[in-house]
């Protein structure tokens, strides 16, 4: 009788935007906690501090912006 092969494994999608959803990725494998929301998901920082992920950026900006806050809050972990 033959196994089942198991399906490959998927990855998360944070963001519909390929720019925020590998800084997501990133941000995890430096110590970063990703949690699950009622509309946008959310990123804790290794200091506490929490970042709302854009789910559907409409804006093009809005990497930017994600990369701006995310290095606002890290630099706060630092001091």
Same mark, same amino acid.
């Given at each position: 009788?033959? %196994?089942? &092969?198991?399906?490959?494994? *998927?990855?998360?999608?944070?963001?519909?935007? =390929? %720019?925020?959803?590998?800084?997501?990725?990133?941000?995890? =494998? /430096? @110590? #970063?906690?990703?949690?699950?929301?009622?509309?946008? @998901?959310?990123?804790?920082?290794?200091?506490?501090? *929490?970042?709302?992920?854009? @789910?559907?950026?409409? $804006? #093009?900006? &809005?990497?930017?912006?994600?990369?701006? $806050?995310?290095?606002?809050? /890290? /630099?706060?972990?630092?001091?």
């Amino acid at each position: 009788m033959r %196994e089942a &092969a198991l399906p490959p494994l *998927r990855t998360m999608r944070y963001s519909n935007n =390929k %720019e925020v959803a590998a800084l997501v990725q990133t941000l995890i =494998k /430096s @110590g #970063w906690q990703y949690m699950n929301g009622k509309k946008h @998901g959310k990123l804790i920082a290794p200091n506490g501090r *929490r970042l709302a992920v854009p @789910g559907t950026p409409s $804006d #093009w900006r &809005a990497p930017i912006n994600f990369r701006r $806050d995310a290095r606002r809050l /890290s /630099s706060e972990a630092a001091q």
